[in-house]
């Protein structure tokens, strides 16, 4: 079994500030673990993903993220938030063979205040 | 450019009303998939698909039917057994990694999304 726990629906931060999002997951085989970003009324967009090595996982838009098994997290960080980073995020789980066995989670939005 | 259509953007039903949902990708992809979209619910998949004329129920399948006639389409109904169809839906679509030791790192590729509303 596996789930995903974001903490934090909503996240407001000040443009230029430190942008931190949280994802723990739960899994019981070695986990693969996506963050993906929704602006309003569109699909989602894959951000970044992690399923082996580095584990400090580097994305676009100026997005990081590292995996911590100790901790069984997953928390994406941006140095510095813009405008237009301002839209909803969402952390998901896989496994090695999952096919089809994505797990999201319920999604932080994150406001950017000028 | 390469991508997934989904149409219409907003739909509306009426009581006992099935209506179908339209996507389609120019991705070549082999799998598709349908999710729905609940305000602070995340995403939870209804159907999916690794190969045309074959589909699998995903969490949520009950009051919803799907086909796979061809490649580049995967259209949802939505049916009047389907008691709280209001949601977002999503189309995705994926490159399939079966056979390659690499299952389970898709990337999805999504739709903009159908807002279905009931009347």
Known sequence: AQSVTQLGSHVSVSEGALVLLRCNYSSSVPPYLFWYVQYPNQGLQLLLKYTTGATLVKGINGFEAEFKKSETSFHLTKPSAHMSDAAEYFCAVSHSGGYQKVTFGTGTKLQVIP | ?119
């Not at chain 2, 998949?45 to 995903?58: A, E």
């Not at chain 2, 039917?65 to 995967?74: D, L, Y």
């Open chain 2, 1 to 119: 450019d390469g991508g997934i259509t989904q149409s219409p953007k907003y739909l509306f039903r009426k009581e006992g009303q099935n209506v179908t949902l339209s996507c389609e990708q120019n991705l070549n992809h082999d799998a598709m998939y349908w999710y729905r979209q609940d305000p602070g619910q995340g995403l939870r998949l209804i159907y999916y698909s690794q190969i045309v004329n074959d589909f699998q129920k995903g969490d949520i399948a009950e009051g919803y039917s799907v086909s796979r006639e061809k490649k580049e389409s995967f259209p949802l109904t939505v049916t009047s057994a389907q008691k709280n169809p209001t949601a977002f839906y999503l189309c995705a679509s994926s490159i399939d990694l079966r056979g390659t030791g690499k299952t389970g790192q898709e990337k999805l590729f999504f739709g903009s999304g159908t807002q279905l509303s009931v009347l």
